[in-house]
């Protein structure tokens, strides 16, 4: 089954929050965006509300369940009890736990699956307790190592950190190292019995090469550069455009 594309918002959040004004809406983009066939949404609620705010939370929430019952809701962020909170104020369909710092522009790591075990374990229990799934943000270095941690957290998924490969736009040779690692990584997470997402400078040109060597690439999760592509073709044909270097046929 083709990878499906969940929307990150942010970058049309901050775009937004430039001015004292409702535009351009994050919810109308959302409702386009699904209505062209993204399977969903992802939001990154910080606490400094840069981009996404916490008040967008419940607007999205209730479009995804009035208008597209069958669309998911992932919320990603540094698990701190306030964003704990909003998660299960909100009820996602995913959270994806990331290790950022408040201070960070953008994620740019994985977690150290050692050092924060204990730690995830009581995270990730009190998540699914509740009914949301979690997905660990994991670096794609091609070690297998780590995914036997992150299963032991009690994740159902990780999303692999697809940064690196994503900064090879002008270097084919280091382009093709990175998805073999991103690979070799995806594959020990499924022979743990972990689902794969993937996420960061994911592109309509870089997306084929990932998918084809990750097929079991269950949700890719982006939005610089599909923000970027929207402000040339539009939301709905870019979201069309990014399903199908997903292999999706729409």
Not at 35 to 42: D, V, W
Not at 64 to 70: E, H, N, R, S, V
Request: aromatic fraction near 6%; charged fraction near 25%; hydrophobic fraction near 40%.
């Amino acid at each position: 089954m083709p990878a499906k594309l969940s929307v990150n918002l942010n970058a049309i959040a901050m775009l937004r929050n430039r001015r004292d004004l409702p535009w351009p809406s994050v919810a109308d983009l959302g409702r386009i965006a699904l209505a062209a066939g993204a399977s969903g949404l992802t939001v990154h609620p910080r606490p400094d509300q840069r981009h996404i705010r916490f008040s967008d939370l419940p607007v999205l929430r209730a479009l995804i369940d009035d208008a597209f019952p069958t669309a998911e809701f992932n919320i990603e962020g540094y698990p701190s009890e306030d964003f704990l909170a909003l998660c299960e104020a909100t009820e996602p369909e995913q959270v994806t736990l990331v290790p950022d710092d408040p201070s960070q522009a953008t994620s740019d790591h994985g977690w150290d699956l050692v050092a924060h075990q204990d730690f995830l374990k009581r995270v990730v229990s009190r998540l699914r307790g509740k009914g949301m799934r979690v997905s660990l943000f994991v670096d794609g270095d091609g070690r297998s190592e780590p995914m036997a941690l992150a299963k032991a957290t009690g994740a159902e998924r990780v999303e692999l950190y697809t940064g690196p490969y994503g900064g090879c736009y002008d270097n084919p040779d280091e382009a093709l190292r990175q998805v073999e690692l991103l690979g070799l990584t995806a594959d020990a997470a499924r022979a743990e019995g972990l689902d794969v997402n993937a996420g960061h400078d994911l592109t309509v040109a870089n997306l084929p090469l990932l998918v084809k060597r990750i097929p079991h690439l269950a949700e890719v999760s982006i939005g610089h550069g599909l923000t970027a592509d929207a402000l040339e073709y539009g939301m709905a044909e870019t979201v069309r455009r990014f399903c199908r270097a997903c292999g999706q046929t729409i």
